[in-house]
C-alpha cells in the first residue's frame, strides 16, 4: 500500500490525491484500490520507465475516447515525469492514425487545458 502511495504522489501528485479524497464519502475501499493496483503493482514494475508508462496511458485514455478526466490527470503527470508538450502533442496527434480524428481531436483539447492551467500556476507562483 504505501509503496502505491509513494508512486502516485510521484507521479500524480496533487492531482492523485484529489481522486483519492473525492472517494473517500462514497468508496474509500474503491480508493485503495486505485492506488495499490495500478500504482503499487503496475507502475511499480521495473519493466518500464514512468515516462514511458504515461505515454502508453496517454495514449490508451485518448484512444478511448471516454475518459476526459482521466487523460487530464495523466497528461499532467506525463510532465511530473518528464514529457515536454511538444511529446504530449505528438502523442495525441499519433491518435488520429489509429483511433481517429475525433479522439486526437479531444486529447488535444484537454492537452490545451492542462498547458494552460500549468501556465496560469506559474503566474500565479510569481512573487
Known sequence: MARGRRALEAIDGAAGQAVIDALADISPDFADYLFEFPFGDIYSRPGLARRDREVSTIAALAAMGTAQPQLKIHIAAGLNVGLSREEITEILM?????A????ALNGLFAAKEVFASRDAEKIEARP
Do not use: L, T
Open 94 to 98: 499519433q491518435m488520429a492514425v489509429y
Open 100 to 103: 481517429g480524428f475525433p479522439a
